[in-house]
Nanobody, 122 residues
Framework: VQLVESGGGLVPAGGSLRLSCAAS????????IGWIRQAPGKEREVVSC??????????????KGRFTFSENVTKNTASLQMDNLKPENTGVKHCAAGYFC??????????RGQGTTVTVSS
């Protein structure tokens, strides 16, 4: 199982970034895919995820209306479009695979990529 993230960077508050996740080694369409944030001094947090069926999406309250999660099952890729970024969005974003989509980190304790760093300046 391999998950590789890209697209992080340094942006000013109000800016946008698009993160990408390339997955291999497992049946993408049979897994929930999530984006996990690890910020310095804070616990890991499920920012967004999509269910195995692709029909359900979860967004943590602080990013609703600003982040959009999409996936391409045929290409085994997932993307997180992040608009109107805020300094509190700073952290390492990991792409993770699990069986359920939801706010619990228990769903995504298994396969996780190395992460891509997002830094939002104020």
């Amino acid at each position: 199982v391999q998950l590789v993230e890209s697209g992080g960077g340094l942006v000013p508050a109000g800016g946008s970034l698009r993160l990408s996740c390339a997955a291999s080694g497992f049946p993408f369409e049979y897994h929930a895919i999530g984006w996990i944030r690890q910020a310095p001094g804070k616990e890991r947090e499920v920012v967004s995820c999509i269910s195995r069926s692709g029909g359900d999406r979860y967004y943590t309250d602080s990013v609703k209306g600003r982040f959009t999660f999409s996936e391409n099952v045929t290409k085994n890729t997932a993307s997180l479009q992040m608009d109107n970024l805020k300094p509190e969005n700073t952290g390492v974003k990991h792409c993770a695979a699990g069986y359920f989509c939801g706010p619990s980190m228990d769903y995504f304790e298994g396969s996780r990529g190395q992460g891509t760093t997002v830094t939002v300046s104020s």
